[in-house]
């Protein structure tokens, strides 16, 4: 298997199509099930996917993930931070929005390489200060493409078509409802 970034063209493009002609199939849930497991451990695994209202069990409990915080964030360090899940989501999901964007443009990405960063202020989420919020202050990427068949124009406009369609970007950058609900 080759770690060159692909996404089948024709395969989007019929993908494309079938959501065009039934948005039904754009609605997509994706859930993961969350158990503590010691300290500030939390155990999870993958849920059902859920597609134009269809569950598609074949992933449920398919994949583990663990959390945990650094001993310097009074956690064991056993385990990647919640930050860092942000970040891999962010990262798993520029690679798939690159190649897609990449796709549709003809364009041959041979490498896709990103560093990530997550500011937080931690006097905003102990409550030092209410005028600081809790959550990350800023997120960084910076992204390097092996694709020489490509100008820099080009790099540049996969850059900007990738912030405008990727999804978790979009999630993180925009304001989002979420609902936490005592079960």
Do not use: W
């Not at 990262?91 to 990405?109: F, N, P, S």
Request: aromatic share 4%; glycine share 8%.
């Amino acid at each position: 298997m080759s770690n060159q970034p692909y996404l089948d063209p024709k395969a989007l493009s019929e993908t494309v199509a079938a959501v065009r002609e039934n948005p039904k199939l754009g609605k997509v849930t994706f859930s993961l099930e969350s158990t503590s497991n010691g300290a500030l451990r939390m155990q999870s695994q993958t849920g059902a996917l859920r597609q134009a209202g269809e569950a598609d069990k074949s992933r449920q409990g398919k994949f583990s993930l663990q959390t945990d915080e650094p001993v310097s964030l009074l956690g064991t360090d056993q385990a990647v931070s919640p930050a860092e899940y942000v970040l891999q989501g962010l990262a798993g999901c520029y690679g798939v929005t690159l190649a897609a964007c990449a796709a549709t443009r003809g364009i041959q990405i041979k490498r896709i390489d990103l560093d990530l960063e997550f500011d937080i202020d931690l006097v905003g989420f102990l409550g030092i200060d209410k005028s600081v919020r809790p959550g990350a202050q800023e997120i960084k990427v910076k992204v390097r493409l092996d694709c020489p068949e490509a100008s820099q124009a080009q790099q540049q406009e996969l850059i900007a078509a990738l912030e405008a369609a990727s999804p978790i970007r979009d999630t993180l950058a925009n304001p989002v409802k979420v609902t936490t609900l005592l079960a």
